[in-house]
């Protein structure tokens, strides 16, 4: 009997293919992280987008995408500055990143975006806030 298989934290993509269906076609919102090895603020960065992962994963999807073995990918969304942080929900783009980020920064972005995705953002909680139309308010 096979062990089930886990889905990795962080997933590395590098085929267009797996692009499409992984984060544009995600299910879940997910956050893109747009690097490469000789990229010194992108190692800055990876150590706080480990950290985000192991914080919202599974309720955000992260990936990573190392621009030199994924340039088609890069070139397809317009990547110009290393590193890039894209945040996505139901395939558009929600917000871009560029550089490296401090820690909160990041976290209020994932945050929003897992809020969103869950019914908790903004116009949500202001419509909780006045109370539902119909339910005895006017």
Not at 86 to 104: N, Y
Not at 108 to 117: G, P, S, Y
Request: charged letters at 30%; aromatic letters at 6%; glycine letters at 8%.
């Amino acid at each position: 009997m096979s062990e089930p298989t886990v889905e990795p934290i962080i997933e590395h993509i590098t085929a267009l293919d797996d692009f499409q269906a992984r984060v544009l076609e995600a299910g879940v919102p997910v956050v893109v992280d747009f690097w490469a090895e000789w990229c010194g603020p992108c190692k800055t960065l990876a150590p706080r987008f480990d950290r985000l992962a192991s914080r919202y994963h599974p309720a955000v999807r992260f990936v990573k995408v190392d621009t030199e073995l994924s340039g088609e990918i890069a070139d397809r969304m317009g990547i110009r500055s290393l590193p890039t942080l894209m945040l996505f929900w139901r395939g558009e783009i929600s917000r871009v990143m560029i550089g490296t980020q401090a820690e909160p920064a990041l976290d209020k972005a994932v945050r929003k975006l897992r809020d969103r995705a869950d019914g908790k953002g903004l116009v949500a909680r202001l419509l909780s806030r006045r109370g539902a139309p119909g339910a005895g308010n006017p």
